[in-house]
């Protein structure tokens, strides 16, 4: 093994189990909130066809961004998956006999060939909620309404999120500002949280827009905020034409179910993807500025790319990774629990193995997470041992309690010695657990 | 989109909902035994670099079936892992400080470029536990005892662990019986559950052995049964051997430990994986017939390839792919739920969505988890589509629930329809689940 120490591939990552524990407390959370709404899982492969992929995201992930790779015996092209989307447009179009509306969860990795940089990674965990088959204003609200009650549910403690539609974007800027490709304003837009307004203002002025426009479009994207008020000024402005009128009667039904005072309606919200084509979403945190921790909209187009048929969706996308940093940053989460284990058998008498491993087997079948000395160690390695792992409850066993029947439990945060009998073993060890 | 209806890739699979919540019961019970154990969950990539897995597995998965792929940009070669225990030693070797024994269980994906066939999956779940840092008996017996819980936590009704040592293995063949190269006669012997007894004597006196070695071989392989008789034949026949003896020794205190009625020792068993130095044990079902569902064993040369230093490691693999697959033909398994959903509230009265939306709510507020109509459609169609997936519980929503501040509750399966005021609803659903 030349060149040292053997590592991941760069901008993939190894996740111990303080890590490990850390994810699957969240992701267990936020499968909860998914099943509360009805919302069933769904797995799909790793690996799809190259040609499913192709197509789908624009130019720079089909060029750049997607892990493809050729099949040397058949020759056919694969990709690793890019996101959970397509492979659920490719799922509906593979099983035409889905009942609809057809609503999954999935939470799964992904690859992207991305430069490896902080929070930026190559294989990533996307936990995403859609709903397949419904074009009312009722199934994204339930989106929002979703996306809502998973922050909530990790714990994150300030958030807003931010909702547009792109149907606003496309009345109001192609149809009545008259611009053929407004892709440059939505690139100076989009800048707002990271520039602020003087910022976008230069932008745009930047782009060679005659002052009046420029004044016009920083009028516009200062419409956010409540959404009663926001709908308000945007029918003022632009609701006799059509495509704004039918976004906001879409959002106000929506809006007026997805009733949180945290939404909000924002006209400066753009998002990336080619593919949305109703309303948008964004979660973005007051602390830390980290960007969107979730994002999400309706994507009328693509399941019908697959299916040869229109069919109607929208989701939202929960950004675990970035949360996670997020909140080790505000230290609501801690990798402090370095173990599943709750209770350690401490053998102090080699003799006496057979009682120790009957006594941790009895810990188990009561329900208790319990490692017992495997390394014949002295009984002050193995409290050290116990002790690294943060292992609150030590159970000792030497030839007093075999020969008695009964274990010396010890709990160092709780400062408390105590022996029972084995058969109360179970209970005593709850007792001495942290709440 | 040529061809028709799109598909996942050929030898991979779609698990839908049915499939997955299937999956998901099964895999948390594992994790519940594995964690029991204090095993601590870790992950690792699914994308090494070639380097880290070449060389590991023999030359058949190296050259054909690793999916391994250069990197168009750095020129640099990457494989999707084949298993999780090479990743395991090289994330042992990684992090040189680990605590140890380190025990880890991983539930992950793996790839092979097998030739697709019924039960053989280009992709599938691996679910493996491992003791890394202790080359004791007791480590070896926590694997087999582990084995047992698990399939037992499982549900399946009868199964055998069938036990041997490789020491056992190279003391007898090798070195007692004198065969520089025993991997025919191991390949023979693998083939006893397929051809039985009299197949097995066939394929030896086809490789031209004399007939007193023939029948000494036989005679060999009829060892196999509870341990205690066998390991005194064993020890009858070549005790007289360095490491037969030690094999003895070191099965004797396991299998004293890990003592369970449906553990066998069997000199007949090989296993094929060439990384094996110690006990190896494989688990087989009584119906049906198809090959073991775990397998694992002692590995202490491994972990040392990557560290640079000798670590002793055990484990076992759970092979959940087969597994399921054999529930579902004894029909301990089922497909019927098709949904996590409890409740679906049918709005019979669209004036009165927002009504039916808070009821939604406050039933999810109770833990229960809640579809509500999305597609507009007449209460008839709801119930239809209700029924079509088995939700269990219906709650109606008209004019007369809405204006008295009530929900109808309906379970099919139980025959009855109750009235219920809102704030009594969670409670009353869940009288109405079935238990």
């Known amino acids: 093994m030349a060149g040292g120490r053997p590592r991941p591939p760069r901008g993939f990552r190894d996740f111990p189990p303080e890590v490990m524990i850390l994810r699957k407390r969240l992701l267990s959370r936020l499968e909860r909130v998914f099943e509360s709404y009805g919302f069933d899982p769904l797995d799909t492969p790793a690996v799809e066809y190259w040609e499913t992929l192709s197509g789908k995201y624009g130019e720079e992930a089909e060029s750049r961004l997607i892990w493809r790779f050729q099949d040397p015996w058949s020759g056919r092209w694969y990709a690793l998956r890019y996101d959970l989307t397509v492979p659920l447009a490719r799922f509906v179009a593979s099983n035409p006999g889905l009942p609809m509306p057809f609503k999954r969860y999935h939470i799964g990795k992904v690859w992207r060939h991305e430069e490896p940089q902080k929070g930026r990674y190559r294989e990533f965990v996307q936990c995403d909620a859609d709903i397949v088959g419904s074009p009312y204003p009722e199934a994204d609200a339930e989106i929002v309404s979703l996306a809502v009650d998973s922050i909530d549910a990790l714990g994150l403690p300030g958030f807003r999120v931010r909702v547009n539609d792109r149907r606003l974007l496309a009345g109001v800027f192609e149809e009545e500002l008259g611009f053929d490709n407004p892709l440059p304003i939505y690139r100076a837009i989009d800048k707002l949280d990271k520039i602020g307004v003087e910022g976008v203002r230069r932008e745009l002025e930047r782009l060679g827009l005659p002052g009046s426009t420029v004044e016009r479009i920083m009028e516009i994207i200062s419409w956010r905020g409540r959404p009663g008020e926001v709908l308000e000024s945007v029918r003022r402005g632009y609701g006799s034409n059509e495509k704004v009128r039918e976004a906001l009667d879409h959002l106000e039904e929506m809006l007026s179910l997805a009733d949180d005072k945290r939404v909000e309606l924002d006209m400066s919200l753009v998002r990336g993807l080619d593919y949305y084509t109703g309303p948008i979403l964004e979660v973005v945190l007051d602390e830390p500025r980290i960007g969107s921790v979730a994002g999400g909209g309706r994507y009328d187009g693509l399941v019908g790319m697959f299916a040869g048929r229109d069919i109607p969706a929208t989701g939202v996308s929960i950004g675990i990774e970035r949360i996670i940093d997020a909140g080790l940053e505000l230290g609501v989460y801690s990798l402090d629990v370095k173990t599943v284990a709750q209770v350690a058998v401490v053998v102090l008498d080699r003799r006496y193995y057979r009682y120790a491993?009957?006594?941790?087997?009895?810990?188990?079948?009561?329900?208790?997470?319990?490692?017992?000395?495997?390394?014949?160690?002295?009984?002050?390695?193995?409290?050290?041992?116990?002790?690294?792992?943060?292992?609150?409850?030590?159970?000792?066993?030497?030839?007093?309690?075999?020969?008695?029947?009964?274990?010396?439990?010890?709990?160092?945060?709780?400062?408390?010695?105590?022996?029972?009998?084995?058969?109360?073993?179970?209970?005593?060890?709850?007792?001495?657990?942290?709440?």
């Open 357 to 435: 491993w009957e006594a941790a087997r009895i810990l188990r079948r009561g329900g208790l997470n319990v490692r017992i000395d495997l390394s014949r160690a002295s009984g002050q390695v193995q409290r050290r041992k116990a002790s690294r792992l943060g292992i609150p409850v030590l159970a000792f066993v030497g030839a007093k309690e075999a020969e008695g029947g009964f274990l010396t439990l010890y709990s160092a945060a709780k400062g408390e010695r105590v022996a029972v009998p084995l058969g109360e073993a179970v209970k005593a060890v709850e007792r001495l657990l942290p709440s």
